[in-house]
Nanobody
Framework: QVQLVESGGGLVQTGGSLRLSCAGS????????MGWFRQAPGKEREFVAA????????DYADSVKGRFTISRGNGKNTVYLQMNSLKPEDTAVYYC???????????????????WGQGTQVTVSS
């Protein structure tokens, strides 16, 4: 059974930091692009960050650029999202996603991802 499991969410004050982790199991994600999305109450799921299969390319939503960093673990079956300078508008459930396209590049649409985690709540208090 293929699984992506997120961890690291929680409650933090404005300006604080959190590091989200996403661990894959059931298959290797080493050669596949990964991404992070988020969904706030009453809003649609939105793209946050993406990383290529090699880890050599990354991209971010404008709203998080300069504050968030996506990276892959040494074994590459883990992906991280370092979130700094958090704002109340970053409050959402954050989802890890895995592409089904081997050796793919960067993907920005939810439809481009095949595997999803269950989500982890991030709440930023003002």
């Amino acid at each position: 059974q293929v699984q992506l499991v997120e961890s690291g969410g929680g409650l933090v004050q404005t300006g604080g930091s959190l590091r989200l982790s996403c661990a894959g199991s059931g298959r290797t994600f080493t050669d596949y692009p990964m991404g992070w999305f988020r969904q706030a109450p009453g809003k649609e799921r939105e793209f946050v960050a993406a990383i290529s299969w090699s880890g050599g390319r990354t991209d971010y939503a404008d709203s998080v650029k300069g504050r968030f960093t996506i990276s892959r673990g040494n074994g590459k079956n883990t992906v991280y999202l370092q979130m700094n300078s958090l704002k109340p508008e970053d409050t959402a459930v954050y989802y890890c996603a895995g592409s089904g396209l081997r050796y793919g590049t960067l993907y920005y649409r939810a439809d481009d991802y095949r595997y999803w985690g269950q989500g982890t709540q991030v709440t930023v208090s003002s």
